[in-house]
């Protein structure tokens, strides 16, 4: 009944690759922009946006950025923290040297300032591939949180290493430091999710992205026909780095707004990072935001529903909630390897033919 | 579907933990988990136990009973800050964050929120400056003066000249291990020492490397900034390199029964700063022993009562309940709001006789605030581990910390915060 073909018609080729091309998808697309942009805003609280939905936005760019590399690409990497650490410092060293200019372009800026640090880190992809560029990517992981801990220019040689994210205002209203308002900065994060979300859609849709997925599929082949895997690989990284240093960037200015970088940018973000996109689904900007929701909701939730609910120590919840999320993730991998994402093809599939499956 | 499915019963799950108002919420950020576990049970224990007791006792602090609420942050920014939000939004008195990194986060929030934070001989060393930090207290010493005794320790040591020594700092490479630093070189261009840094990367598991080094510069004193496992990892590193352990100083938070014990014999003599008492027959223990322990009320599996941490966890407990009773004071009422707390913590003046009524004579230094002195007097003294019976004893009486070094210090540091945050520095 729902998601079905029959009665669409299309008349144009612009109609006929839209993104979106069933009419319940897209009308369903429209409405969860709707209540994002128009009805969330009037109702969050500073909980709701510094619990979930910052984390959730901030994550999802993360991981449309990794699953460019990785989903779409194909290049196995680790460094997503050490990734994410470049944008925040970047944005920082922006922030504070040129107050005047506005925010959204130091965020801008950031990101392309971390796109030409993964390039230059995907160099070794042209030789190593899998485990091996896995182990190179590691390599700029630790290679950068030590670089940012260990020169104090980064950090403006303030006494403890620590990075503050000074008040900027957008269209007057402030977006970073401590008065903000919940609003705000969740709308600043969306705009960039949604900019970042539709920008990965069409680019992965694209040549660029037919590309990437060539060379993910088989490099040899996909030379032979005339993929360059110079540009390719290397486009991936800079693409994949720059959502990653954006969403490095917001992380740091608008949630946190005071960073630490080994503890925040460590190995074990780049792991996180990495997990979502597994569980979400390899190569799905939707796979994307399942496995970043999952992610950052599942422990939040498991928390409230334990300690707050239940009344359990705070401990055995915090045990619990390990143990959980773990024996999830085994569970969705072994029942649904393809992740979040194939689930909701198959939803789809099964409520197209829905309630008449024969 | 499935994430929707999702969303909808996080969004029960969130209406069901809906807050309760109670009299006097103190909420308590802790971890009895992950890396930090084995320094942060035994602090959250005697913070929660004292206010048991209080509730158990004297129906809570003056005729109003406490809600303590735990949230468990695993030493983790981001958790910390989850709490913080959850916990804001019911009503919480004043903050203890119970990690360096967790308060810097909290600053900026706390201080728009008008809520206190009180960093117990952690933090932001210069929130110590009241007039910048409104809403900042670090009672009763901070960092700087941490460092400041350590070497007058040393000094008293080798007769009052270190010409030509070497003093190797190991740190937890964080803000919290580097607060020392800039203390450490100010000291060192005027005694005349040299430091060696030795960062130590979270979670500090892997010291190999770093005390390798200390067994080749062969440093005539070494100082630690850790917390957590690092505490331990270090202290049976310096036993393997049969390092001197009465010249291994730690600072207050790497000097508990959990750091030393795993070293065996061998961490005998090890040497740890602190700002409280650690005997083990002040009168407290058996009004616990009454209202805390017999009642099942003890927090934790309750096997932490009298260890170093859980004396420290009940000290923050009770400067922060001071401080509401003099809010309550104050203000003449029982029930304070955050903003009538600051007014507590501002005007709060511990003395020998607030001790002895307590139940804990000669417990700590006297502490005297306003609103330009948010961190008290910087009073530290010397404790050392005696393994044959099993705990630590003071060596030293309360040493003063330079404060002719640290002031300026702090001055300047608080001072570039204001004008990087655009706070106007004065008391309201």
Redesign the interface.
Known sequence: MFYREAGDFKTSYVDDNQTFPIKFDRYRYYAVLAVAFGVVPFFI????A???LL?FLIYAIAAIGLNILVGYCGQVSLGTGGFMAVGAYATYKLMTAFPDINIFFHIILAGGVTAIVGVLFGLPSLRIKGFYLAVATLAAQFFLVWLF?RVPWFYNYS????I?A??RTVFGQAVT???TEAWATYLFCLVFTVGCAILARNLTRGTVGRKWMSIRDMDIAAEIIGVNPLTAKMTAFAVSSFFIGIAGALFFAV????V?V???Y?INKSFLVLFMIIIGGLGSIFGS??GA??LV??P??L???L???MGW???L???FELMIVGALIIVFLIAEPHG?AQ??RV?KEKLRLWPFPH | ???KT??T??AA??M??APAMAELFIPSL?Y???PY?ANG?PTADGYADYLTLLNERDGGIGGEPINMV???T?Y???KG??CY??L??QGALVFHPWST?IT??L???A??DGIPVHSVGYG?TSAKNGEVFRWVFNYPANYWDGASIAIKHILDEEGGSLEGKKIALVYH???FG??P??TLEELGAMHGYELVLL?V??PGQEQKSQWLQIRRERPDYTIMWGWGVMNQVAIQEAVNIRYPMDHFIGIWWSGSENDVKPAGEGADGYKALTFNGMEQDYPIFEDIQKYVVDKGLAA?AGDQIGTVLYMRGLYSALMTTEAIKKAQEIHGTAQVTPAMVRDGYEALDITQETYASLGLPGFGPDIKGSCQNHGGQGLGAVSQWNASEGKFTMVTDYIEANQDVIQPLIEA?SMAYAE???ITPGCD
Not at chain 1, 45 to 48: A, E, G, Q, S, T
Not at chain 1, 255 to 258: E, P, S
Request: glycine share 12%; charged share 20%.
């Open positions: 609280n500073d909980y709701w510094n619990a979930v984390p801990n006494a403890s290493g620590q503050n000074p008040e430091g401590p008065a949630y946190l707004g005071a630490e080994g503890e925040v460590g935001f399942a929701a999952f909701l599942l939040v939730l928390k409230n529903l300690v707050g609910t120590p705070t401990d919840a915090a045990h979040l689930l909701w939803t | 579907m499935k994430t999702l969303i019963a996080a799950a969130f069901a933990a802790t009895r988990s992950g576990a049970i735990e949230c468990e695993g983790n920014t981001e800050v989850e939000e959850a804001k939004g990194g810097y986060q600053i900026p929030k201080t728009a932001r490479n964080s803000a580097k607060e630093i800039r960062p990367d979270h934790g540091d990087e945050n655009g």
